[in-house]
């Protein structure tokens, strides 16, 4: 069974804050991004809701914007790329207060289960 290497990140923060944190990372001039062989878009959450998205633990689903982080099949991408460079934009944004929720095959491999059912991780309130 292989594994599916995308990766959303729901995150709940205004779009131009989370387009300047994601670029303190990778700096660039525009979206899409182009990192380790991934394209990265910023996109609006169509099912972003301003009262679910503070209920836990699923309120994420609900959070602004999503990051959408898509590899390039072409490419040889391993695992371990996406866990370093999924781990860094998620403790980035943490860093930042940006609360951030991964949704991907391999989200119980990364910092704080990829921030499910997570109180350490920034919340919105």
């Known amino acids: 069974m292989s594994i599916d290497l995308a ?3 729901y995150a709940d923060a205004e779009e131009p804050k989370l387009t300047e944190i994601v670029q303190q990372l990778w700096p660039a001039n ?4 182009y990192v380790y062989n991934n394209e990265i878009e910023i996109l609006k959450n169509l099912d972003f809701d301003v009262v679910r998205r503070q209920q836990f633990p699923d309120g994420f689903l609900h959070f602004r914007l999503r990051v959408e ?3 390039d099949e ?3 991408i391993s695992l371990e790329n ?8 998620l403790n980035h944004l943490w860093s930042q207060n940006i609360p951030a929720v991964a949704a991907c095959d391999y989200e119980d491999q990364l910092p704080e289960n990829g921030g499910y059912k997570s109180r350490q991780i920034p919340w919105t309130t």
């Not at 525009?30 to 991004?33: D, G, R, V, Y």
């Not at 996406?82 to 934009?89: G, R």
């Open 69 to 71: 982080i898509f590899p």
């Open 7 to 9: 990766c959303v990140i």
């Open 82 to 89: 996406q866990l370093t460079m999924i781990s860094a934009l």
């Open 30 to 33: 525009s979206f899409p991004l």
């Open 74 to 76: 072409s490419k040889n």
